[in-house]
């Protein structure tokens, strides 16, 4: 057991950091700047402090132990407290800022957003990182636990402290192949209930606001498949009858980019906000202030691109 006034190397602190994040020593010592056989020691050296093997090897890959789950959210809010501390106060010249901004978002918005996001990125701030996160099938408090700067997308699950912004609004629309039949006639409600559907959810949901919409008139669509991100779903899309949903504004162009055809939904849905959300303990840090003006500026530029919707 360790002793309670024994002296603890808090450099340990910020590789444990790095070692729960990446589960791998390699990629932790790339992380850190050490060479692998001194991050293997470093994390003999956590073992034995903490009294956990901390990481444990499965097959080729490493896991976190039960304990490290446990610690983990409690590790990177350290680690962040500290960084407050003892570097100083962010530039407000974008490029003197070095650092690494998270951000969570569909894979349909990092499609959509995240070329734009690197470029001005990398005009404004070149030594900044910009590390995207894809959404659980689980809610999770990526932002008041310090695991991401930023989530964007439509925020529906928040813890009340969260502060958001509206970027802007979008609408769902179809999405089907070229050639598709329901591209040869006007689309009504019945014969978009009759098509073949492809729903898109990260919970693995069968219903969603369409379901509702076409139950008000009657009416019952069949959904063949579900799959976890956008991007599988245009690529089913692409390739069969089935009928995708996307976003208007935020992904008609990457549907056609991919040779698909969006068409306006013949159904009353309700519109889909889109929004910013980080946690007050950023407010008013200079660098996340910049990386807001960033992301309201890759969006600006993104619809103004975007070309007038389709109307059948």
Do not use: C
């Amino acid at each position: 057991m360790i002793a309670r006034n024994a002296s603890v190397d808090l450099n340990l602190l910020t590789a444990l950091d790095a070692l729960l994040e990446e589960e791998s020593v390699t990629a932790a010592a790339d992380r850190l700047g050490l060479s692998g056989p001194a991050m293997s020691r470093t994390l003999g050296r956590i073992r034995r402090t903490i009294g956990d093997p901390v990481l444990v090897r499965a097959g080729r890959t490493m896991v976190p132990t039960p304990r490290a789950l446990e610690i983990r959210a409690e590790v990177r809010r350290l680690v962040e407290a500290a960084h407050a501390v003892l570097v100083p106060s962010a530039p407000a010249d974008p490029a003197q800022l070095a650092r690494i901004f998270t951000i969570n978002a569909n894979d349909l918005l990092v499609t959509a957003l995240g070329p734009r996001l690197v470029a001005l990125a990398a005009e404004e701030a070149p030594q900044v990182v910009l590390r995207f996160l894809g959404e659980s099938y689980v809610d999770l408090p990526l932002l008041r636990d310090g695991a991401a700067d930023l989530e964007v997308g439509v925020i529906d699950s928040r813890e009340p402290e969260i502060r958001t912004e509206e970027l802007f609004t979008d609408r769902a629309v179809a999405v089907v192949r070229e050639g598709h039949p329901l591209t040869t006639v006007k689309l009504t409600p019945r014969r978009y209930a009759d098509a073949p559907h492809l729903n898109v959810t990260r919970r693995g949901r069968l219903t969603g606001p369409v379901d509702a919409a076409l139950a008000e008139l009657g009416l019952r669509r069949k959904v063949i498949a579900t799959v976890p991100t956008f991007a599988a779903s245009l690529m089913m899309v692409r390739d069969s009858d089935a009928v995708g949903l996307t976003g208007e504004r935020s992904a008609a162009s990457t549907a056609r980019g991919l040779g698909l055809r969006a068409l306006p939904i013949p159904l009353d849905l309700p519109t889909m906000t889109m929004e910013m959300a980080w946690h007050p303990r950023q407010e008013a840090d200079a660098g996340h202030i910049w990386l807001r003006g960033l992301v309201r500026r890759a969006v600006a530029q993104a619809i103004s691109a975007a070309p007038a919707p389709a109307r059948r």
